[in-house]
């Protein structure tokens, strides 16, 4: 069974930081892309970022450039998000996901920003 | 970035057959932009529906089928049952950067 299982997230203050974590079982996630996804809410899909397989190419969206690092540990089989200089509007799910085709999703983990 | 543009809700009765689109704000959708289409289920993670535009998944039931249509990504349901009740969003890519449309709420009624 294919399983991705986010962790890391949580409350934290605006301008504060966060790392989250994706590690994959079932699956190995080292052969393709891998994917952050956030949901606001209430509110729809979001993509935020893409890593590469060897690490070598990685795309943001343009509200979180500069602020989130995209990283992987093939050896680990694991995805992270570092997240920095986090905003209220950063409040949201965040699920990872690989595959070929985004095929596999983890069930998300909650960060929330708020004093 | 650019937008991408999907209904934001729409109705079909079951048994019956209903088109979800998708339009980029850039021009047309091509089989470059390598159009996705995921469900999600109330209170679910999003599941996989279709990639490169009409490539269906092993769990992809048949009554699902993606193309394009007049510019944009289409996503058509035939037979709708009413366990496909639910959001269903596109992605695109452009090239390295993903975009998703802001979801289509599908009610089976």
């Known amino acids: 069974e294919v399983q991705l299982v986010e962790s890391g997230g949580g409350l934290v203050q605006p301008g504060g930081s966060l790392r989250l974590s994706c590690a994959a079982s079932?699956?190995?996630?080292?052969?393709?892309?891998m994917t952050w996804v956030r949901q606001a809410p209430g509110k729809g899909l979001e993509w935020v970022a893409n890593?590469?397989?060897?690490?070598?190419?990685?795309y943001y969206m343009d509200s979180v450039k500069g602020r989130f690092t995209i990283s992987r540990d093939n050896a680990k089989n694991s995805l992270y998000l570092q997240m920095n200089t986090l905003r209220a509007e950063d409040t949201a799910v965040y699920y990872c996901?690989?595959?070929?085709?985004?095929?596999?999703w983890g069930q998300g983990t909650l960060v929330t920003v708020s004093s | 970035q650019a937008v991408v543009t999907q209904e934001p809700s729409l109705t079909v009765s079951p048994g019956g057959t209903v088109t979800l689109t998708c339009g980029s704000s850039t021009g047309a959708v091509t089989s470059g932009h390598y159009a996705y289409w995921f469900q999600q289920k109330s209170g679910q993670a999003p599941s996989i529906l279709i990639y490169d535009t009409s490539n269906k998944h092993p769990w992809t039931p048949a009554r699902f089928s993606g193309s394009l249509l007049g510019g944009k990504a289409a996503l058509t349901l035939s037979g709708a049952q009413p366990g496909d009740e639910a959001d269903y969003y596109c992605?695109?890519?452009?090239?390295?950067?993903?975009?998703f449309g802001g979801g289509t709420k599908l009610t089976v009624l």
């Open positions: 890593i590469k397989e060897d690490g070598s190419q990685k």
């Open positions: 996901a690989c595959g070929g085709h985004a095929d596999y």
């Open positions: 079932g699956f190995i996630c080292n052969n393709y892309w």
């Open positions: 992605l695109l890519s452009y090239n390295g950067p993903w975009v």
